[in-house]
């Protein structure tokens, strides 16, 4: 998943809401080096992307894309994701989108101070060209995948994707329709075990910790 559908999977916890996008970043094991409410959001994050990757929904969505940017579909599902959810915000939230997403960057501006080099310099790009509030348009998604194309080696394969994305855009709605229900039922209850946890470990006396 991309930005949005993290930070919504993540709200309104500003622990969580970080760690959405610190897990963007922060690779290999989590051991206390982070606050530990962004620590959880780094988990979940993860968790979020797991399910997302082996979910059949998704597995037959990739299926529909052309042999050329087969290789690609995941980076092209994740934006796509985030322009339907943008689209279809209102069945999600009762938080209007600009008054979430400015809460999503106060949060950012608030813990920056903790998350890592790179994570503080998206959070500066998200509120600089308020990239949230653009994933409304289509043009931001192929934009969005050309610019990561660039990174690429051997030549953009993205560019100019958005004439070779455009016949798969009504089964991208309907497969987002379908799954985001899904989803945020199973960040719900990963959430759920994240607090579990926590709770149990504020039990555990000082002397029991130790051992």
Known sequence: MNFLAHFHLAWPDPGLVAGALEGDYRKGPLNGQLAADIEDGVRLHRAVDAFTDAHPEIRHLREQFPAGLRRYAGILIDLSFDHYLSRHWSRYSEVELRTFNRGVCSILRMRRHQLAEGTRRMA??????????????????????????????????????????????????????????????????????????????SNVAPDAKSH
């Open 124 to 201: 500066a790009r998200l509120e600089e060209h308020d990239l949230l509030n653009r994933y409304h348009h289509w043009d931001t998604v192929t934009g969005s995948a050309e610019r990561v194309g660039n990174r690429l080696r051997r030549g953009n394969p993205l560019l100019g994707v958005q004439a070779p994305l455009a016949p798969l855009r009504p089964a991208l709605e309907e497969a987002f329709l379908r799954f985001y229900p899904e989803l945020t039922a199973f960040s719900r209850a990963y959430r759920a075990r994240l607090n579990r946890s926590g709770e149990a470990a």
